[in-house]
């Protein structure tokens, strides 16, 4: 049971870093893009 608790948690953390970095990216394109405009 241990063996495969050790495999879930980092598998959700995986998943959830993704998606922490999709929105960063989709954050920093927007600022890219305002930064742009702006100068």
């Known amino acids: 049971m241990s063996g495969v608790e050790c495999l879930q948690i980092p598998r959700s953390e995986v998943l959830y870093g993704q998606r922490h970095k999709k929105a960063i990216g ?12 702006w100068w």
Do not use: E, W
């Not at 989709?26 to 405009?37: G, I």
């Open 26 to 37: 989709r954050t920093s394109r927007r600022r890219a893009m305002k930064r742009v405009l």
